[in-house]
């Protein structure tokens, strides 16, 4: 009799960890793992993980890198519209795990799985994105999540690997750590409360930049293309060499509080240098060469893209929509962009532009102006009150 396959979304963590025994061992599964890299992981670290997921009884082991795909599908919309989430936190992960459950559904297509089956918790948001987008795009496969299933706790996962003589680093392993090319989100005890911090020790990375630090960000059609006079030849690159600088001063680090999918308030810790001083930087590009309204509708419609995208909702084809107005607005959005580090803390200091807005030739704001007279200005603050001035005449309400 043959085995049912079932494709498992695998990381090498505790979750995905209790999965790929308790589908092999337990049920008996013929198990296919795969690695979604979003930017993540190492060359090394990825070595490792198919090591351990092979230790465990898996028939198969595959790598997808969506690093590349994952910006150019994702990432760069979230830049173009400054998605922050509750102005707090850009979508680390919620916006990678869309970009991971949809290579999943093509690699289980791919291979002919019935099943597919992933690690989260009945909880947070992940289980939503995964079952909805499988249900998506794989409608035929059925969804297997043990963890949520038979309500787990992370000490219950590790007590059951301990049993299974699996090795592996259980005190980090109280931490759920998600490490993607937008940023790392850093899950544990204090999390769950509504008042404690993260220890310094549970930060993936460890603060050893002290000295002030200026950097010079080059942007082309708003995305990052150069630091200093070193350009890349694809945005991710950039992205990982401001990473590599920013996140040893401990810059990026907060933690974010928001509502669920399901219903519930949910609090997350994460690192994120470099989204955060790019999100910053473009923004202040965009301030100097945008009109009023161009930055106005695109607060609107970003907070919409973000709130979407962070709810699993990113095969909806208003989100195509939605991005062919943020390209569209980034045609003038290049130029360079001042910025200075500090640790755990950092200032955008200028920027330069060809298409700047702010030029003295029409005026210097609070000062003087080259362009209009003061009878220009009486005039037009009589016409521009008009109408209030109608309505409260109207109806007596200025009496």
């Excluded at 795909?69 to 795990?97: D, H, M, Q, W």
């Excluded at 950097?215 to 990052?224: H, I, M, S």
Aim: include cysteine; proline fraction near 3%; aromatic fraction near 10%.
């Amino acid at each position: 009799m043959d085995k049912k396959k079932v494709v498992l979304a695998y990381s090498g963590g505790l979750d995905t960890s209790f999965c790929c025994i308790y589908l092999t061992r337990d049920l008996g599964y013929e198990v296919h793992s795969v690695i979604v890299n979003t930017g993540g992981f190492s060359d090394e670290e990825l070595k490792g993980v198919e090591e351990r997921a092979y230790q465990m009884g898996v028939t198969s082991h595959h790598v997808v890198d969506e690093t590349e795909n994952f910006y150019n599908t994702c990432v760069r919309f979230l830049i173009y519209g400054n998605v922050l989430k509750n102005n707090t936190y850009p979508l680390s992960v919620s916006a990678e795990r869309v970009s991971q459950a949809t290579a999943i559904a093509n690699y289980a297509k791919e291979i002919g799985a019935e099943y597919v089956a992933h690690g989260s918790t009945g909880a947070g948001n992940d289980q939503v994105r995964f079952d909805m987008i499988f249900n998506i795009l794989v409608p035929e496969v059925q969804i297997i999540t043990p963890i949520r299933d038979l309500k787990l706790s992370r000490e219950a996962e590790i007590e059951y690997l301990k049993k299974h003589g699996v090795e592996m680093n259980f005190e980090k392993a109280k931490y759920s750590i998600n490490k993607g090319i937008w940023g790392t989100s850093v899950g544990g005890k204090e999390t769950l409360t509504s008042n404690l911090g993260l220890p310094e020790e549970a930060w993936p990375t460890q603060v050893t930049e002290t000295e002030p630090r200026t950097l010079e960000l080059v942007f082309d059609q708003g995305e990052l293309v150069g630091i200093n006079n070193e350009k890349y030849d694809h945005p991710t690159k950039a992205i990982q060499a401001l990473q590599a600088i920013a996140q040893p001063y401990g810059i990026g680090r907060d933690i974010h509080v928001g509502d669920t999918i399901i219903g519930i308030k949910g609090r997350v810790g994460f690192e994120a240098a470099a989204p955060m001083v790019i999100i910053k930087a473009h923004h202040t590009l965009e301030k100097h060469v945008l009109t009023k309204w161009q930055l106005s509708w695109k607060d609107q419609l970003s907070a919409f893209y973000g709130n979407w995208l962070h709810e699993g909702q990113f095969h909806d084809p208003i989100m195509r929509n939605m991005e062919a107005f943020l390209t569209d607005t980034q045609k003038n959005v290049s130029g360079k962009v001042f910025v200075q580090l500090y640790p755990y803390r950092f200032q955008v200091v200028g920027i330069e532009s060809d298409h700047d807005l702010m030029s003295n030739k029409f005026g210097s704001y609070g000062e003087m102006n080259n362009s209009w007279s003061g009878e220009d200005v009486k005039g037009f603050s009589k016409i521009f009150g008009n109408q209030v001035m109608i309505y409260h005449k109207v109806n007596g309400t200025n009496e």
